[in-house]
């Protein structure tokens, strides 16, 4: 079991380019999350996905896109990065979103500079 | 909205001595988690609390939640250079239908 593996687990973009950073879950988990983490401000959550099929806006949703391609696979795409996206990105996934099996197994995460 | 605020922000003790981290919601939570990350790491699940009151441990760690549920905290005695890391909690709304995390609390360990 690898648990929740990302790709890349760096990246340096320069402002205006675009990219996907990929998530896979080989739990069966139904419910799938991007995160991004900034210095002093935790986790906040960019986009989640409930169930197959679904995806919904968190937080932060504003300059990225996300696609859920089937129950393993979650990716999340900047169309145009720009330095303020310059961050730690977590996956993560867990067994179901509403309910007490909420615990989520996050990645390794990417690191990303947006210069 | 909802917000889930934890204090302190950073934590130095000397390797042997205690350490609490407190996590406090606007609202009212149907279960709250509790995660660690190491420097350089990801979030790993420690614990999670449901009902209200409710006491826990692990080893040296005891996670409480508090009889309203709308405050937790994690509380590490004897402390040691491998509990080194920001300690986060998670509180889930009632409802279940969203997950906040509080921002952390990075521990410093001095050998």
């Known amino acids: 079991n690898a648990g929740v593996t990302q790709t890349p687990k760096f990246q340096v973009l320069k402002t205006g380019q675009s990219m996907t950073l990929q998530c896979a879950q080989d739990m069966n988990h139904n419910s799938m999350y991007w995160y991004r983490q900034d210095p002093g401000m935790g986790l906040r959550l960019i986009y989640y996905?409930?169930?197959?099929?679904?995806?919904d806006k968190g937080e932060v949703p504003n300059g990225y896109n996300v696609s859920r391609l089937n129950k393993r696979e979650f990716s999340l795409r900047l169309e145009s990065a720009a330095p303020s996206q310059t961050s730690v990105y977590f996956c993560?996934?867990?067994?179901?979103?509403?309910?007490?099996?909420?615990?989520?197994?996050f990645g390794p995460g990417t690191r990303l500079t947006v210069l | 909205g909802q917000q889930v605020m934890q204090i302190p922000q950073y934590q130095h003790v000397q390797e042997g001595e205690d350490f609490t981290t407190y996590c406090n919601s606007s609202t009212t939570l149907s279960n709250i988690q509790w995660y660690k990350q190491r420097p350089g790491g990801h979030p790993v699940f420690l614990i999670q609390l449901v009902k209200s009151g409710e006491v826990k441990k692990q080893k040296r760690l005891t996670f409480q939640f508090g009889e309203a549920k709308k405050n937790s905290s994690l509380h590490i005695t004897a402390t040691q250079t491998t509990d080194v890391g920001t300690y986060f909690c998670?509180?889930?709304?009632?409802?279940?239908?969203?997950?906040?995390f509080g921002a952390g609390t990075r521990l410093f360990v001095k050998a």
């Open positions: 996905s409930a169930s197959e099929g679904t995806t």
């Open positions: 993560a996934s867990s067994v179901e979103r509403v309910g007490i099996y909420n615990e989520q197994f």
């Open positions: 998670a509180g889930v709304n009632t409802g279940g239908f969203k997950t906040i």
